[in-house]
């Protein structure tokens, strides 16, 4: 009887420590996903950055000059990302442009 309770407490703590461990170890894969994640969009966003901020600097005039070359990137993202590699996250991304651009109209009709 002494016995039962004493191996049943024991396989119970080892249960406990298998679980944590599982739990830590399921926690630590999440984060190097989440990081991989963000080690990526950081590359491929890198991209942009320039083009992005040449075009905020430019004339509203002097934007479809950049057009071709900023959608010609986010193809390239499009292509190389396996995280802007599917439709809402890339959509998520034209809308932030298109933001951008809004936001250009906006100033050039406000400036007039």
Known sequence: MVQTIYLSNSFMLIMDACELHFIGVQCLFSLLLALAE??????????????????????????????????????????SSAYYCNAPRVIVLLQEVNNMLIDQVRVCLHSS
């Open 38 to 79: 963000a080690s990526d969009i950081a590359k491929h966003l890198q991209s942009l950055r320039s083009l992005i901020e040449a075009m905020e600097q430019a004339e509203f005039g002097q934007l479809h000059s950049y057009l071709s070359a900023l959608m010609r990137v986010v193809e390239l993202i499009w292509q």
